[in-house]
């Protein structure tokens, strides 16, 4: 019985390839922007510094961090295929876990992190670079890394729950293209962004794309018998909302609405929203956050 019940979960219409990218790419311009300003405050710092030769380094680090999330989001993602659905849905209900705990971790982390971000790259590459290139491409590495882990693990959890397919992460990979194009001009002083802003913006999109990516562990926890409550319906309104519907297939690819979510799905979801939520407000109430961010920009030009 329970077998059936995750094939009939699992079957159920997936959002249209349009929409996964799109949700994917949004994603994958605000991770590699990030990303983007890490590598941004390394090349300039080592430009002013006359360290022209530690560039392929720094290069060759953001190689492998980039490396990393196509790697981690591919044996994860498409490892699942050699095992039961039943096995793959505990495997996705896990991962979608992991994934809203280290992202929460993360868009917490970088409301504060922000304003002092620049000092602390600075000052590890001062030391790297008085050891050598080994060392200049560690901090690199870990330093985009870190962002590109993140981001593998939080594409598992949405990729799952809009398809399984490789959709997802096409639109990840041109959203970070995007980001690359968007680093480069605020590099080259072409464009400028209010980084408070923008950060600010599309931390409550993570937050609300993790509530939802929440939701789906919630609900494929209660398909494999983990959680209760899979008959627990907290409403219905599938009788007039069209999940086939442009907004039906906008919902469920990017914020991972159901017509008919479970009660626990609910509390989960609202729980998540007013918990990080709050606590995102009230790390961001420091009228200096993200001013180093928005320095570190204006130097190179």
Known sequence: MT????????????????????????LGVREGLEAGIVVMVLIAFAVKSDRRDALKWIWLGVAAALALLVGTFLIIQFGSSTISS?????????????AVAIVTFMVLWMRKA??????HLKEGLTGALAVGGAAVFALSFFAVGREGFETALLMVGYAESVSGGAWPLLGLLLGILVAVLLTWLLYKGAIAINFQKFFTYTG??????????????????????????????????SSWYDQSAWYGVIGQGIF???PEPTVLQVIAWV???VIVG???YMRGKTPTATKAVDVAVKEPA
């Not at 995750?6 to 949004?26: D, K």
């Not at 039943?86 to 992991?98: K, N, Q, R, T």
């Open 3 to 26: 077998l059936l019940l995750a094939e009939e979960f699992i079957a159920e219409g997936a959002p249209s390839v349009v929409t996964q990218m799109v949700g994917s790419g949004l």
């Open 86 to 98: 039943l096995a793959a849905e505990l495997l996705a209900g896990i991962a979608s876990f992991v």
């Open 114 to 119: 922000a304003m002092q971000m620049s000092g």
């Open 204 to 237: 409550y999109f993570l937050i609300v794309v993790a509530a939802g990516i929440l939701a789906y562990g919630v609900r494929a926890l209660q398909v494999y018998g983990w959680l209760p409550g899979l008959h627990n319906t907290a409403f219905d309104i």
């Open 256 to 258: 991972n609405f159901r």
């Open 271 to 273: 729980g998540y929203l």
């Open 278 to 280: 709050g606590l995102f």
